[in-house]
Nanobody, 125 residues
Framework: VQLQASGGGLVQAGGSLRLSCAAS????????MAWFRQAPGKEREFVAA????????FYADSMKGRFTISRDNAKNTVYLQMNSLKPEDTAVYYC???????????????????WGQGTLVTVSS
């Protein structure tokens, strides 16, 4: 599956952004989808994931209550709604896809075979 992320930009602290990730292919619903991010000088970190076939959502602790991941299988698209943004949320955000896998590994970047190109989110203070 090929992924195309969009929606990044510059926003003030406390603001909101919605990222989108459009996927190619006809089997999108069978993929677990996730968002990761990488800030300058830091390792890539897990943000959120949504299981295939409506099997649940998962978040990094620091994003719970602020970020919401969702998917529209009819549009082959996964979204990340980000609210109450903080300067420390500044990063390149990547969407990723894997064929439905083991639940306990949903947060691990090396479990995902397909990656989008990334979209930059900058939060100013």
């Amino acid at each position: 599956v090929q992924l195309q992320a969009s929606g990044g930009g510059l926003v003030q602290a406390g603001g909101s952004l919605r990222l989108s990730c459009a996927a190619s292919g006809r089997t999108f619903s069978s993929y677990d989808m996730a968002w990761f991010r990488q800030a300058p000088g830091k390792e890539r970190e897990f943000v959120a994931a949504i299981r295939s076939l409506g099997g649940g959502t998962f978040y990094a602790d620091s994003m719970k209550g602020r970020f919401t991941i969702s998917r529209d299988n009819a549009k082959n698209t996964v979204y990340l709604q980000m609210n109450s943004l903080k300067p420390e949320d500044t990063a390149v955000y990547y969407c990723a896809a894997r064929i439905r896998g083991i639940l306990s590994t949903v947060r691990f970047a090396n479990e995902y075979a397909s990656w989008g190109q990334g979209t930059l989110v900058t939060v100013s203070s």
